[in-house]
C-alpha cells in the first residue's frame, strides 16, 4: 500500500512513522494503518503466521510513543483475573486491596489472543468499548490513551479459539503483516546483525502530544457525502445476499473515525473518498460473517466487499 494525497504531515507523525521503520523494514503499510487505528482512538488485530512481525511492531510502537507497556500472554490456562487485576484481602488493613492487571497500561500486547478461551478473551470486552474494568462490583478506569495490539494465529493453527462476534467488533481494524520480499528480509538480517535496533529505540512522542494528535484527528472534516457513502456501504453489507451478518452501526462509527485519522496522518484536515475506499476492507472485513454456502463457492468478505465498493455511488464532494 503506497500513501496517496500526502500533503502537510504533522511532524510529531512523522517522527512516529520513521521511529518504528528503524526496526520493522518493507511494512510502512501497516505502520502507517496501525498509527492511524491509535489517533483514532482504536484497536488493531494483527493475524498472521509466526514470525512476520507481529510483536516486533507493537514493541515498536511502545517504546515511540513512551507510555506505559504490559504484554499478555494468552494460554489456554489464563483466567480473566490475570488480565483485569483481582481483589486480595489485606490481613492488616481488614479491607481488601485491587490489584491491578496488565491490562492497565497505555499500549497493551494482547499476544496470541486466540490460545486461551472465550471467558477469558470476554475480559477484554469493556476494556476495549470503554477504557474500564469492573471487578467485584467496582469500575476503574484504564490509562489514557489506552491502545491494545492483539496478535492472533490463523484459525487452521492447532489450539486456537475463535474470537466471538462481539469481540472483533471491538477492533477498529484487522491488519495482516505478510512476508517479506527477498530484498526487504536480507536488509532485516543486515539491520539485526550484531544488536537488536528495537534495544536502542527511544521515544519521539510523548503522551500528552500524542493525546493532542488524537483531539486533532478527531476534527478532521467530514462532508455530508462521504457520511452517506459510509452509511451506504454499511447497509449493502446487511443486504448482501451472501452475508449472513453485515456490519454493525460500531462498525460504521469505526469507519468514520478511522478515515478521519488517515487523513490527519497523511497532512489533510478533510476526508476524500480514496480513504473510505482504502480503509473499508481493514474495518469491515472482521465483523461481516459470510454464509457457509456462500464460502462453498468461494466468497469471502474482502471479495463480497470489493464488489459493494465497485457498485457503490462515490460522492463528488
Same mark, same amino acid.
Do not use: W
Given at each position: 500500500?503506497?500513501?496517496?494525497?500526502?500533503?502537510?504531515?504533522?511532524?510529531?507523525?512523522?517522527?512516529?512513522?520513521?521511529n518504528i521503520?528503524?526496526?520493522?523494514?518493507?511494512?510502512?503499510? *501497516?505502520?502507517?494503518?496501525?498509527v492511524?487505528a491509535?489517533l483514532?482512538?482504536?484497536?488493531? %488485530?494483527?493475524?498472521?503466521?509466526?514470525?512476520?512481525?507481529?510483536?516486533?511492531?507493537?514493541?515498536?510502537?511502545?517504546?515511540?510513543?513512551? #507510555?506505559?507497556?504490559?504484554?499478555? /500472554?494468552?494460554?489456554?490456562?489464563?483466567?480473566?483475573?490475570?488480565?483485569?487485576?483481582?481483589?486480595?484481602?489485606?490481613?492488616?488493613?481488614?479491607?481488601?486491596?485491587?490489584?491491578?492487571?496488565?491490562?492497565?497500561?497505555?499500549?497493551?500486547?494482547?499476544?496470541?489472543?486466540?490460545?486461551?478461551?472465550?471467558?477469558?478473551?470476554?475480559?477484554?470486552?469493556?476494556?476495549?468499548?470503554?477504557?474500564?474494568v469492573?471487578?467485584?462490583?467496582?469500575?476503574?478506569?484504564?490509562?489514557?490513551?489506552?491502545?491494545?495490539?492483539?496478535t492472533?494465529?490463523?484459525?487452521?493453527?492447532?489450539?486456537?479459539?475463535? %474470537?466471538?462476534?462481539? /469481540?472483533?467488533?471491538?477492533?477498529?481494524?484487522?491488519?495482516?503483516?505478510?512476508?517479506?520480499?527477498?530484498?526487504?528480509?536480507?536488509?532485516?538480517? #543486515?539491520?539485526?546483525?550484531?544488536?537488536?535496533?528495537?534495544?536502542? %529505540?527511544?521515544?519521539?512522542?510523548?503522551?500528552?502530544?500524542l493525546? /493532542?494528535?488524537?483531539?486533532?484527528?478527531?476534527?478532521?472534516?467530514?462532508?455530508? #457525502?462521504?457520511?452517506? !457513502?459510509?452509511?451506504?456501504?454499511?447497509?449493502?453489507?446487511?443486504?448482501?445476499?451472501?452475508? !449472513?451478518?453485515?456490519?454493525s452501526p460500531? #462498525?460504521?462509527?469505526?469507519? !468514520?473515525?478511522?478515515? /478521519?485519522?488517515?487523513?490527519f496522518?497523511?497532512?489533510?484536515? !478533510?476526508?476524500?473518498?480514496?480513504?473510505?475506499?482504502?480503509?473499508v476492507?481493514?474495518?469491515?472485513?472482521?465483523?461481516?460473517?459470510?454464509?457457509?454456502?456462500?464460502? %462453498?463457492?468461494?466468497?469471502?468478505?474482502?471479495?463480497?466487499?470489493? *464488489?459493494?465498493?465497485?457498485?457503490?455511488?462515490?460522492?463528488?464532494?
Amino acid at each position: 500500500m503506497n500513501p496517496i494525497h500526502v500533503e502537510h504531515v504533522h511532524p510529531a507523525v512523522a517522527n512516529l512513522i520513521a521511529n518504528i521503520q528503524k526496526v520493522l523494514i518493507g511494512k510502512a503499510g *501497516v505502520i502507517e494503518l496501525t498509527v492511524t487505528a491509535l489517533l483514532a482512538n482504536g484497536h488493531v %488485530l494483527l493475524e498472521d503466521v509466526p514470525g512476520v512481525g507481529k510483536t516486533m511492531l507493537v514493541r515498536a510502537l511502545a517504546k515511540s510513543i513512551g #507510555g506505559k507497556f504490559k504484554r499478555i /500472554q494468552f494460554t489456554p490456562d489464563l483466567l480473566p483475573t490475570d488480565v483485569t487485576g483481582v481483589s486480595i484481602f489485606n490481613q492488616k488493613s481488614m479491607e481488601f486491596e485491587f490489584r491491578e492487571g496488565p491490562l492497565f497500561a497505555n499500549v497493551v500486547l494482547a499476544d496470541e489472543i486466540n490460545r486461551t478461551s472465550p471467558k477469558t478473551q470476554s475480559a477484554l470486552l469493556e476494556a476495549l468499548e470503554e477504557r474500564s474494568v469492573t471487578v467485584d462490583g467496582t469500575t476503574y478506569p484504564l490509562a489514557r490513551p489506552f491502545f491494545v495490539m492483539a496478535t492472533q494465529n490463523p484459525l487452521e493453527y492447532e489450539g486456537t479459539f475463535p %474470537l466471538p462476534e462481539a /469481540q472483533l467488533d471491538r477492533f477498529l481494524m484487522q491488519l495482516r503483516m505478510g512476508y517479506p520480499t527477498i530484498e526487504e528480509e536480507t536488509k532485516m538480517l #543486515g539491520r539485526f546483525s550484531g544488536h537488536n535496533p528495537l534495544d536502542t %529505540l527511544e521515544a519521539v512522542v510523548s503522551i500528552e502530544e500524542l493525546t /493532542q494528535l488524537q483531539e486533532a484527528a478527531a476534527k478532521v472534516r467530514v462532508s455530508e #457525502g462521504i457520511k452517506e !457513502y459510509i452509511v451506504r456501504l454499511c447497509h449493502k453489507t446487511r443486504e448482501h445476499p451472501f452475508v !449472513y451478518l453485515g456490519v454493525s452501526p460500531r #462498525g460504521a462509527l469505526a469507519l !468514520y473515525r478511522a478515515v /478521519q485519522a488517515l487523513a490527519f496522518v497523511r497532512g489533510r484536515d !478533510y476526508v476524500i473518498p480514496d480513504d473510505v475506499k482504502e480503509l473499508v476492507p481493514h474495518v469491515f472485513a472482521h465483523r461481516m460473517i459470510v454464509k457457509p454456502e456462500a464460502r %462453498l463457492d468461494g466468497a469471502t468478505a474482502d471479495r463480497i466487499l470489493t *464488489v459493494i465498493l465497485a457498485e457503490t455511488r462515490v460522492p463528488v464532494n
